[in-house]
């Protein structure tokens, strides 16, 4: 299971690893508090090292495959994550919905203490004018493909 398919299951491995050093190193050696949209992102890429170590130990396709699915899954949450920062998607999560009008000031507090402190649609940080989710998008989505077509791609015959 060299070549393409050995190439394949190393980016599945290396991919997910990279993502998460990035995205404990930021928040434990950079500052940024993670919102609840970055912690799905995270997940994501955690199953995906669980599915890659996997391929490794059986040596089957299949764990390289869904390895590159939970990669892509990452991608796309960090598409609507970084869709949501720039306010062309509407989050659906407490660390981006208004307060509800009416209630008690007691249920305002309620609601503030019980939500996330950092919002889901603030940019904490960007590079080039991508933040990071959107850069985990372009890199997991575009990772993914490549994973995919490494490990679907046919052997060359002599």
Same mark, same amino acid.
Not at 15 to 34: I, K, N, R, T
Not at 92 to 121: H, N, W, Y
């Given at each position: 299971?060299?070549?393409?398919?050995?190439?394949? +299951?190393? #980016?599945?491995?290396?991919? &997910?690893? @990279?993502?998460?050093?990035?995205?404990?190193?930021s !928040? $434990?050696?950079?500052? =940024?508090?993670p919102?609840?949209?970055c912690?799905? !992102?995270? $997940?994501?890429?955690?199953?995906?090292? @669980?599915?890659?170590l #996997?391929? %490794?130990?059986?040596r089957?396709?299949t764990? @390289?495959?869904?390895?590159?699915l939970?990669?892509?899954?990452?991608?796309a949450?960090? %598409? $609507?994550?970084? *869709?949501v920062?720039?306010?062309? %998607?509407? *989050? %659906?999560? !407490?660390?981006?919905? &208004?307060?509800?009008? *009416?209630?008690?000031?007691?249920?305002?507090?309620?609601?503030?203490?019980?939500?996330?402190?950092v919002?889901?649609?603030?940019? !904490?940080?960007?590079?080039?004018?991508?933040?990071?989710a *959107?850069?985990?998008?372009?890199?997991? =989505?575009?990772?993914a493909? @490549?994973?995919?077509?490494?490990?679907? +791609?046919? &052997?060359r015959?002599?």
């Amino acid at each position: 299971m060299g070549g393409s398919l050995g190439l394949a +299951r190393a #980016l599945a491995l290396l991919v &997910p690893a @990279v993502a998460l050093a990035a995205a404990f190193g930021s !928040q $434990y050696l950079g500052g =940024l508090v993670p919102c609840e949209m970055c912690w799905w !992102q995270r $997940y994501a890429h955690m199953a995906a090292l @669980v599915l890659a170590l #996997l391929a %490794f130990a059986v040596r089957d396709r299949t764990f @390289v495959l869904l390895a590159a699915l939970a990669i892509a899954v990452s991608g796309a949450i960090g %598409f $609507y994550h970084a *869709g949501v920062e720039l306010h062309y %998607f509407k *989050g %659906f999560t !407490q660390c981006t919905a &208004p307060a509800a009008a *009416g209630g008690s000031t007691e249920d305002f507090l309620k609601a503030i203490m019980s939500g996330s402190m950092v919002r889901c649609d603030d940019i !904490q940080w960007s590079f080039l004018g991508i933040s990071m989710a *959107g850069w985990n998008a372009i890199l997991s =989505l575009g990772s993914a493909l @490549v994973i995919l077509w490494l490990s679907l +791609r046919r &052997p060359r015959t002599a």
